[in-house]
């Protein structure tokens, strides 16, 4: 578009140097490209850029319908090198003016290029121009905290050309939304135009795509100077690649209830006239009001999320999630949600949270005053390998929100697998066998499993060549493992006991359970006894007390004293292991001799930190009576769930892992009657028989 500008008619100023002082901005291809990006972000509170770095105006700007294609006054912005002292060679603008376009171009037709604008009849007064000198870079944003009505209030767009709005995100990529509006007609298009950033602060930029302008002086006038591709502008050509060199200037009013943006194009021509007046001609202008509508009340939902930072391996995890709305609005239909990762597996959780395809959903609330929070949800996991687990929260509501970005809070759990078993730890060989309430890897003389039990609860495995027998009813809890391809008359076991017991035969399971229970027999055989518990009594243990803070391992050779009718009450910490060898002459090699007998109540006791699984005993030949009492709680007392079954009363209680070969001649276990297993029995006898009051539970290495 062309101007003509009346010396004295504006102030003199300058927005930028269109030659010089370019940053560095990215096309949307990635490639840097020199020119000004955008770097003055508008406050929120005025929307508008840094103060200071604005020009300013008093005269509201209204769009006018007559525009500079049939004469009528239209705006344009004018360069300062157009007006003294700054002279020809200066290619900045930073001014506005209000004019009529000449009539011996608009009148040819020739509105399309060199039209000079006639500086006789620009309105006499300064409009608005910029106050401070001069201003780098070019670029400028307006703050997303709200929406803006844009209108073209003069300008001509000629050539080809793009123009629009305009985001950067975070990776500094561009994001263009061209307005057809505003490239509608060959003069100004007054329809005003909303742009919502959606919290994104943006720009105004334009692009061309012509090569060149037509020379000339128009009416007559001749060209004294240009300043071609002055300043690469904002940002680059979105479809073709090619860069914009194009200026603008931003003008507000006071209040900063309005802005005037002025885009200069690439191809400046200064022209004289002949008649003493500079004209300003050029291609493709732009101005623009931009006038930022009243904020709507806002909210911001936040959401916290705490857990441990670390568990073991199948322990169960709990994690806390709650929102809050910060507000200052209420947030309408709040919902909170949990995504768990892979390799979780939901167990439950609170104020009637929901899992489907692992993502946990919590009931919508309706309304969530400012200052207002969810319920402190809660939700529990278990992890089955090791690794880092990332826990993610997300809370929503269709209310509209200013920052999103603290809709979502993650935490991190690191799983490692559980510390080994001490008595695992203290046997190789032992943590395969002591998952199991029996292993029996001979029995083929005699297997009898009979009734009028208290019960029995945990795994079983036994080899197929044992001489399976029972009769009356055996209540039972668990699965029967056999290598074999039937349970024989053990069958009868699973089948009273529908539902809780199970059966499975030609099991692959039971040939390594084998060898690891010989793997640790020799393990144990192995062992140099402890200084200070060689040639010890059964009885001569009670009272025993390792409690120190610190695990130990005590192997124990207990050469007489077999019978046990009383309670023996051993006290020790949390990873001390307790290997018992029964054996008269400590020669493992011609087996263990002697016959152990717990009766009457009888039993070894833990005490202090010490379970069951603390205990691993070796023995021959074992025996058991009834008679006497239960030792007490926190001592099993029973088999626990099993249908069927009861609490004990009295009898020989085997506390522990009992790791037996039968009687050492023989290979055969005496009888059993009221023999209570309190951990595992795990046997290479070719004959035992279980018969009236006994019963077993299994007790688990922690």
């Not at 291809?29 to 840094?50: D, F, K, Q, Y």
């Not at 290979?667 to 035992?688: C, D, E, P, R």
Request: some cysteine; glycine content about 14%.
């Amino acid at each position: 578009m062309s101007r003509i500008v009346v010396a004295g008619a504006l102030f003199v100023s300058t927005l930028f140097s269109a030659c010089s002082n370019q940053d560095n901005a990215v096309q949307p291809n990635g490639v840097t490209m020199n020119g000004p990006h955008a770097s003055h972000l508008a406050t929120p509170a005025a929307i508008i850029p840094i103060a200071g770095d604005l020009g300013a105006f008093t005269n509201p700007i209204t769009a006018s319908n007559q525009g500079r294609d049939n004469g009528g006054p239209f705006y344009d912005n004018v360069s300062a090198g157009d007006l003294p002292p700054d002279g020809p060679t200066n290619c900045s603008i930073g001014h506005f003016v209000l004019g009529i376009m000449d009539p011996c171009h608009y009148a040819a037709g020739n509105s399309n290029s060199n039209s000079p604008a006639v500086g006789a009849v620009f309105a006499t007064g300064s409009y608005w121009s910029l106050q401070s000198s001069p201003l780098q870079p070019a670029g400028f944003m307006f703050s997303g905290a709200t929406t803006y009505t844009v209108t073209v209030v003069g300008g001509y767009r000629g050539g080809n050309s793009e123009i629009g709005w305009f985001t950067i995100d975070a990776l500094g990529t561009y994001h263009f939304n061209p307005v057809g509006a505003w490239l509608d007609g060959p003069g100004a298009t007054l329809t005003p135009v909303t742009i919502d950033p959606q919290g994104a602060n943006w720009g105004i930029y334009y692009t061309n795509t012509f090569s060149g302008h037509t020379g000339g002086g128009g009416c007559g006038g001749t060209v004294d100077h240009y300043c071609t591709d002055a300043t690469a502008g904002i940002p680059a050509n979105p479809v073709a690649g090619t860069p914009n060199q194009n200026q603008f200037a931003l003008f507000t009013n006071s209040t900063g209830t309005q802005f005037v943006v002025g885009v200069e194009d690439n191809q400046l021509q200064l022209i004289s006239d002949g008649n003493g007046l500079l004209h300003d001609s050029d291609y493709q202008d732009y101005i623009f009001t931009v006038v930022p509508n009243a904020v709507t009340p806002s909210l911001d939902l936040t959401i916290t999320k705490s857990g441990p930072t670390t568990a073991n391996v199948g322990q169960q995890v709990t994690y806390t999630v709650q929102g809050t709305n910060s507000g200052p609005a209420t947030a309408l239909n709040v919902q909170v949600q949990d995504t768990l990762p892979a390799g979780a597996t939901y167990v439950t959780s609170s104020d009637g949270g929901t899992q489907l395809n692992g993502v946990v959903t919590w009931p919508t609330i309706a309304s969530l005053a400012s200052g207002g929070t969810t319920p402190a949800y809660t939700v529990t996991v278990t992890y089955a390998a090791a690794g880092t687990y990332k826990n993610n929260a997300h809370v929503f509501t269709t209310s509209t929100e200013t920052n999103t970005n603290n809709n979502h809070a993650d935490a991190s759990t690191v799983l490692t697998a559980p510390p080994a078993c001490a008595a695992d730890a203290a046997v190789p060989g032992l943590s395969s066998i002591n998952d199991y309430l029996f292993l029996f890897t001979d029995g083929s003389k005699d297997a009898n499993w009979q009734g009028a039990t208290k019960g029995f609860f945990g795994n079983v495995a036994v080899d197929g060549g044992a001489a399976f027998r029972t009769s009356g009813g055996v209540p039972f809890k668990g699965t029967i493992f056999t290598n074999g391809a039937s349970l024989g008359a053990w069958q009868q076991i699973v089948t009273q006991n529908a539902g809780q017991a199970f059966g499975a035969t030609n099991s692959p399971l039971v040939a390594p359970l084998e060898s690891s229970l010989n793997s640790a027999f020799a393990a144990i055989n192995a062992m140099a006894v402890t200084p200070g518990y060689d040639n010890r009594t059964a009885i001569s243990l009670n009272g025993l007390n390792t409690q120190n803070g610190i695990a130990e391992t005590f192997v124990i050779n207990i050469t007489s004293g077999f019978q046990v009718s009383s309670q023996i009450n051993i006290t020790g910490d949390a990873g001390d292991v307790f290997i018992l060898r029964w054996d008269t002459d400590k020669n493992a090699a011609n087996g263990y001799q002697g016959q152990v007998k717990f009766q009457s109540g009888g039993a070894i006791v833990p005490k202090g930190g010490l379970t069951p699984a603390s205990f691993i005993s070796v023995a021959g030949d074992i025996a058991s009576s009834g008679g006497g009492s239960n030792p007490p709680l926190p001592y099993p007392q029973g088999p626990g769930s099993v249908t069927g079954g009861g609490n004990w009363n009295g009898g020989g209680f085997f506390t522990g892992y009992w790791l037996t070969t039968g009687d050492p001649v023989s290979h055969q276990t005496s009888s059993l009657s009221n023999a209570i297993f309190v951990g595992g029995w795990y046997s290479t006898t070719t004959k035992f028989s279980m018969t009236s009051g006994t019963s077993g539970v299994h007790v688990s290495c922690p």
